[in-house]
Nanobody, 124 residues
Framework: QVQLVESGGGLVQAGGSLNLSCAAF????????MGWFRQAPGKEREFAAA????????GYTDSVKGRFTISRDNAKNTVYLQMNSLKPEDTAVYYC?????????????????WGQGTQVTVSS
């Protein structure tokens, strides 16, 4: 199993950038595919991005394609979400999640371990 801790959230103006990090604690990080989900106030948690165990395969929801980039460093047990051209509608709590098994997955039920979340607020 892995335990996850997110960081890097904050307040940014529309058009700005943030880079979220998710540190994983456990000896099997490289065996896990990883995902980023987000939950805006009053809305359900939704998929944002995912990456397979090696970093060779990624997936994004349509609303973030071309603006967000997910990456990972297995030597540092860390997954990142680089967010550019941020919009007010990106405002949400962002959660990192781990899935045992190497393939990209898009449903929250495919992930078994979750971080505590980090707040991202984009002002207009």
């Amino acid at each position: 199993q892995v335990q996850l801790v997110e960081s890097g959230g904050g307040l940014v103006q529309a058009g700005g950038s943030l880079n979220l990090s998710c540190a994983a604690f456990g000896r099997t990080f490289s065996s896990h595919a990883m995902g980023w989900f987000r939950q805006a106030p009053g809305k359900e948690r939704e998929f944002a991005a995912a990456i397979n165990w090696s970093g060779a395969s990624t997936g994004y929801t349509d609303s973030v394609k071309g603006r967000f980039t997910i990456s990972r460093d297995n030597a540092k047990n860390t997954v990142y979400l680089q967010m550019n051209s941020l919009k007010p509608e990106d405002t949400a709590v962002y959660y990192c999640a781990a899935r045992f098994g190497g393939n990209v997955a898009f449903a929250s039920t495919d992930y078994y371990s979750w971080g505590q979340g980090t707040q991202v607020t984009v002002s207009s």
